[in-house]
């Protein structure tokens, strides 16, 4: 299995050849032998030399090469590329296009207030709407100045996570 | 004593009061909301009753059908829990008219002490000194920036019907005002459907020390110390410890005696706590406001007088006296509580609703885990994101971090993100382990946090051990991949003999007819 993995902003190339529960792997030409066991769904347990390493792995619901791994108590964020099976391109896709930004909900809520009038211009941090959930209503703050050029959010409206709220240009 | 008790709430403070009951032989009735019907408090319950859509104000909010669950079940009394209507006196007074026992102070006193506005005139009566600041609502914004204007900023705005940080704002200044005022306001109407606002004067690097309070209804009040809840983000507590790292038994004194005089000035009953501003400057102490509940930080008061706050409201409600007197009270070793949220501590502490995929609850000498939820529980979006209270206790404090430390990084919670990760980094913070704690720990943790990252240069490469951690992350992450590349490939060919199977089998059955 040859692949390619975005970590901590870093793209590593990694082969791992798997013979039952040793791993032979070798990541930007450092070379791992390793016994894996996975001990439940998502819980791989990695001895390395007799060090242990208790891995948790959960895969994004949404992009099945989008992983996030806990290592003992550190947590990484973790794409693959597998160049035989998943299509090009779907590495680090930005939400950011030339000179817009989009000010996307990060969480599921309810949009309580909206701030500002579509055509307003902001300077970056202001306030253009809140949403609230558990409880918490949280200001969404423009992530960089300009004309809001698209307002989607509405007073009273349900918000997916990721859903668009509104368009800085 | 009570026979069947109705817990009007959920999550963990549903499961702590079941404990309780457990333990005292009560038959605990639980009430769920639609999302919570099989949720962890109700599984532990003997009966339990749906009271409503997943919304609190259409189910754990609805008085009516909260009687009308404790009609049903025959429950003798009702605990409210903390949060919901634990502080709210109409439900106290419903309870009480249908014939059954609230677990709680008297509606007069609720009501006394439930508006922070009310509160400080008691407390003022009973000579005990309150941070300047109005004592009436304040009508509108004009009144807000001339109040403001006459006591200098740094002010505070606070909901009169307030706790948990909700309609609460530091305002620096003037031009942050307005913005905060209505901010606060509504904040105020959607957690407690009151939007009124007063405003304090804000005291530079206090300390927030409570005292735990407890009476009966035969005339007894007594202290249980001091509990300090400094470290605080968005005015939310999030680890409180007993006692307090200053652990002075003078002040200990002083400070108990002016909470009982305040408890005492409302003929208190049961669990409650006065809330006190504490300067480390001149060490006076002001009284803020007191919750006439039980605290989310219960535990550590528990942990070190080895008394059951529960188990004597429980006691206290059904006419007993209490079951200690203030000489008995001892206080041993310390313990400190981290309040676990479903948050992002790495993404501005978003809230981060979700399933619980995996979940390793931490044990082991010292180690208190008070929880809410299990493996596959949902985290919905619709209340408090606390999950569990995670507590240690040591003879000293440094030993209880030690065994905290030990616990948050035994602590394993997948699906979600908590705020575990940054609990880990303050129990190594030198600051907190010294004990120099003030309301503003966290900000100039994350001063102190930016500061650190600022001065490791970033094109120094990763030592050895992080960058065989970051590789292992990499390898676990291609094996699971290939793991579900696997299932999902056997997945589709075990469907496709199962289609080619009733295939044959239809073949035959035609094979049959024909012959």
Sequence with gaps: MKLKAEIDGQSLTAQIKVDGARVFAEIDGRSYEIEARVSAPGVHVLALAGRIYECLVDADAARREAFEVHVGTRAFAVELRDEKRLPHGGLGASAQAGGTAQLVAPMPGKVVRVLVEQGAVVEAGDSIVVVEAMKMQNEMKAPRAGTVTMLHAQAGATVKAGEVLAVIE | ?515
């Design chain 2, 1 to 515: 004593m009570f026979k069947k008790i109705l817990i009007a709430n959920r999550g963990e403070i549903a499961v702590r009061i079941i404990r309780a009951c457990r333990d005292m032989n009560i038959s605990p009735v639980a009430v769920f909301s639609e999302v919570d019907a099989s949720a962890l408090h109700v599984r532990l319950a003997d009966e339990a009753y749906a009271v409503g859509a997943a919304p609190s104000v259409e189910s754990y909010l609805r008085i009516d059908r909260l009687l009308e669950a404790a009609r049903l079940s025959g429950a003798e009394a009702i605990h409210p829990g903390y949060g919901f209507l634990a502080e709210n006196a109409a439900f106290a007074r419903a309870v009480m008219e249908a014939g059954l026992v609230f677990i709680g102070p008297t509606p007069e006193a609720m009501e006394l002490m439930g508006s922070k506005t009310s509160a400080r005139r008691v407390a003022a009566d009973a000579g005990v000194a309150v941070v300047p600041g109005t004592t009436e609502p304040l009508q509108s914004y004009e009144e807000a920036r001339e109040v403001a204007a006459g006591m200098s900023y740094p002010v505070m705005l606070k909901a009169s019907a307030g706790g948990g940080g909700k309609g609460m704002r530091f305002v620096a200044g003037e031009d942050e005002l307005l913005a905060a005022f209505e901010t606060a306001q509504s904040e105020a109407a959607a957690a407690f459907g009151n939007s009124e606002v007063y405003l304090e004067k804000a005291v530079e690097r206090p300390r927030h020390i409570e005292i735990q309070i407890f009476a009966d209804q035969h005339g007894n009040c007594v202290h249980l110390g001091e509990r300090e809840c400094s470290i605080q983000r968005r005015h939310q507590k999030v680890i409180e410890e007993c006692p307090s790292p200053m652990n002075d038994a003078a002040l200990r004194e002083r400070m108990g005696a002016a909470a009982v005089s305040v408890a005492r000035a409302v003929d208190y009953t049961g669990a409650g706590t006065i809330e006190f501003l504490f300067s480390d400057a001149t060490r006076e102490f002001y009284f803020l406001e007191m919750n006439t509940r039980l605290q989310v930080e219960h535990p550590v008061t528990e942990l070190v007088t080895g008394i059951d706050l529960v188990r004597e409201q429980l006691m206290v409600a059904s006419g007993h006296a209490l079951s200690f007197k203030q000489e008995d009270v001892r206080w041993s070793g310390h313990a400190i509580e981290c309040r676990v949220y479903a948050e992002d501590p790495e993404n501005n502490f978003l809230p981060s609703p979700g399933q619980i995929t995996r979940l390793r609850v931490p044990a082991g000498p010292g180690v208190r885990d008070d929880g809410g939820v299990d493996e596959n529980t949902e985290v919905s979006i619709y209340y408090d994101p606390m999950i569990s209270k995670l507590a240690a206790w040591g003879r000293t404090r440094r030993e209880a971090i030690d065994r905290l430390r030990r616990a948050l990084d035994e602590y394993s919670v997948g699906g979600i993100r908590t705020t575990l990760p940054f609990f880990r980094e303050i129990v190594r913070d030198e600051e907190f382990i010294e004990g120099r704690l003030d309301t503003n720990f966290i900000p100039r943790f994350f001063e102190r946090r930016a500061a650190t990252a600022a001065a490791t240069d970033a094109t120094v490469s990763l030592t050895e051990e992080e960058t065989q951690a970051r590789d292992i992350a990499v390898i676990a992450a291609a094996l699971d991949y290939a793991l579900r590349q696997r299932a999902s490939t056997a997945e589709l060919s075990s469907r496709s003999q199962t289609e080619q199977s009733h295939w044959r089998l239809a073949g035959r059955a035609a094979l049959q007819r024909r012959s």
